[in-house]
């Protein structure tokens, strides 16, 4: 502690800018840290959208209004107004897009991450969109006659 404090009362000055660069090294790193963590965590709800969706179409058989209006309530929910989903399946009806038992089916959510590097003011943000695209495959589990 002693040393610590001699160090600190030196008249150079040197320490002390090293000190303040290895502070602010510190905190950049951390806020990157910080940007990460934030960006998985978007993933992860994006991932979430994709499984239920899936899930619904599953339970259901069919891709129909109710399946969108439960995608838009997920959207909402999660505050991913950008997110797109698209349905690639062989409809047993393609006329009501029903899905016959035991067929596959794809769902594919994209979305987009902003990650900002420098965020000094809201016009002057220097940041990177980065593309998410998740895809599930779900079997139909509704017989259709």
Avoid at 6 to 27: D, F, Q, S, Y
Avoid at 35 to 40: I, R
Avoid at 54 to 79: C, H, M, N, P
Wanted: aromatic share 12%.
């Amino acid at each position: 502690m002693k040393r610590i404090c001699r160090i600190m009362k030196e008249n150079t000055g040197m320490t002390m800018v090293g000190a303040l660069v290895a502070t602010l090294m510190c905190i950049v790193i951390l806020l990157t840290c910080i940007s990460v963590l934030a960006f998985f965590s978007y993933y992860n709800e994006v991932q979430y959208i994709c499984r239920k969706m899936v899930r619904t179409i599953e339970v259901s058989g069919l891709v129909d209004e109710q399946t969108y209006t439960v995608f838009e309530q997920l959207k909402d929910a999660t505050g991913k107004a950008k997110a797109t989903m698209t349905v690639d399946a062989t409809y047993f009806d393609t006329e009501n897009t029903k899905i016959q038992l035991r067929n596959t089916f794809t769902v594919t959510v994209t979305d987009s991450y902003t990650f900002r590097i420098f965020n000094v003011s809201p016009d002057s943000a220097l940041a990177v969109e980065i593309p998410i695209r998740i895809k599930y495959t779900g079997v139909s589990e509704k017989y259709w006659k």
